[in-house]
C-alpha cells in the first residue's frame, strides 16, 4: 500500500503555543488530504479536507483559524493547533488520496498540551 | 441514522475461529467501500477494499458486499490474538463532495 509519514510522532507543549504536524506521501502524489482528532476509546473524528493548492474544507465545529491546515504540494500537508490549550491534547492523523480514491492513513502525531 | 453503522462489540471469538463484522450504510448509491484495522494507540490501516456485490478474499479475510441490503461485512478465518483490534469500516458518499464516511469501529478480542 502507499505509504504516508507524518512528523512529529509525539509533541509537548505548553499551553498558548502553536504546533505544526506535518502530513507526507511518500510514493504517490495526494490530490486529497485528510486530518483527524482521535480522543481515547473514541472514533476517529474528521477536521478538515484539503486539496493541494486550494483552502481546506472545515468539518461543522472546527474552529479555521485555532486549526491551520497549508497544502502547498501534491506531497505535502501541515496542520498547525494555534494557541494550544489542553483539551486540544489529541491522537491527530493525516491521510492522503489520490485519484484512486483509497485514503492511506499516517501513523499519527499524539499531543499533549500541558 | 448514522450514515455507517457498526456493532461496537467487543465482538470476543476463540483463536481459530471465524470473526464476522458487519457494517450497514445508508446512501444507496455508494460504490466503494473499505475495511481498515485499528490498534490501540495506532492510526488505521487499510485491510480490503471492495466495490462490486460478491465477496473478495486477500487471505484469511473475505469481504462480503450486498449494495441491495446496503450492507458489507469482513470474515477473518482462522482468528488469531494479533487479529484483535478496532475494525473500521468506510463508505464514499456517492455525492455531496464523495467523502468517505468512517463507521465507529467493532473491537474485536480473540482469545487464546
Known amino acids: 500500500g502507499a505509504v504516508v509519514s507524518q512528523h512529529p510522532s509525539r509533541v509537548i507543549c505548553k499551553s498558548g503555543t502553536s504546533v505544526k504536524i506535518e502530513c507526507r506521501s511518500l510514493d504517490f502524489q495526494a490530490t486529497t488530504m485528510f486530518w483527524y482528532r482521535q480522543f481515547p476509546k473514541k472514533s476517529l473524528m474528521l477536521m478538515a479536507t484539503?486539496?493541494?493548492?486550494?483552502?481546506?474544507?472545515?468539518e461543522q465545529g472546527v474552529e479555521k483559524d485555532k486549526f491551520l491546515i497549508n497544502h502547498a504540494s501534491l506531497t505535502l500537508s501541515t496542520l498547525t493547533v494555534t494557541s494550544a490549550h489542553p483539551e486540544d491534547s489529541s491522537f491527530y492523523i493525516c491521510?492522503?488520496?489520490?485519484?484512486?480514491?483509497?485514503?492511506?492513513f499516517g501513523p499519527g502525531t499524539r499531543l499533549l498540551v500541558l | 441514522q448514522k450514515e455507517v453503522e457498526q456493532n461496537s462489540g467487543p465482538l470476543s471469538v476463540p483463536e481459530g475461529a471465524i470473526a464476522s463484522l458487519n457494517c450497514t450504510y445508508s446512501?444507496?448509491?455508494?460504490?466503494?467501500f473499505f475495511w481498515y484495522r485499528q490498534y490501540s494507540g495506532k492510526s488505521p490501516e487499510l485491510i480490503m477494499s471492495i466495490y462490486s456485490n460478491g465477496d473478495k478474499e486477500d487471505g484469511r479475510f473475505t469481504a462480503q458486499l450486498n449494495k441491495a441490503s446496503q450492507y458489507v461485512s469482513l470474515l477473518i478465518r482462522d482468528s488469531q490474538p494479533s487479529d484483535s483490534a478496532t475494525y473500521l469500516c468506510a463508505v464514499k458518499r456517492s455525492t455531496g463532495g464523495f467523502k468517505t464516511i468512517f463507521g465507529a469501529g467493532t473491537r474485536l478480542f480473540v482469545k487464546a
Open positions: 491521510s492522503a488520496t489520490s485519484r484512486k480514491e483509497t485514503q492511506y
Open positions: 484539503s486539496n493541494e493548492g486550494s483552502k481546506a474544507t472545515y
Open positions: 446512501d444507496r448509491g455508494s460504490q466503494s
